[in-house]
């Protein structure tokens, strides 16, 4: 929740953020997990962190947060289909 102050007090306007956890598909799971396994011989797991959608109630604004997957010093995004 955001509150938008001014200098002599509150304006009264509230925003109120939705945030829906996105879940990464189970091929692109194995795919990851299978690469993993091929260039590091099964010595390290991926760390893989879920992405989300962020919806602004009562405004046609939406922010989607990507995938993010962790190897040893590497980081990378990647964005799954949103319907």
């Known amino acids: ?11 009264g306007i509230i925003l109120h953020i939705i945030k829906q956890e996105i879940n990464m598909s189970k091929e692109l799971l194995s795919k990851i997990e299978w690469a993993c396994r091929l260039k590091f011989k099964g010595k390290e797991q991926p760390q893989i962190i ?7 109630e ?7 947060e990507p995938h993010r997957v962790i190897i040893k010093d590497y980081r990378l995004t990647r964005y799954t289909r949103v319907l």
């Open 50 to 56: 879920n992405g989300c959608l962020r919806i602004i």
């Open 58 to 64: 009562h405004t046609n604004l939406a922010y989607v």
């Open 1 to 11: 929740m955001i509150k938008i102050l001014k200098e002599g007090g509150f304006y």
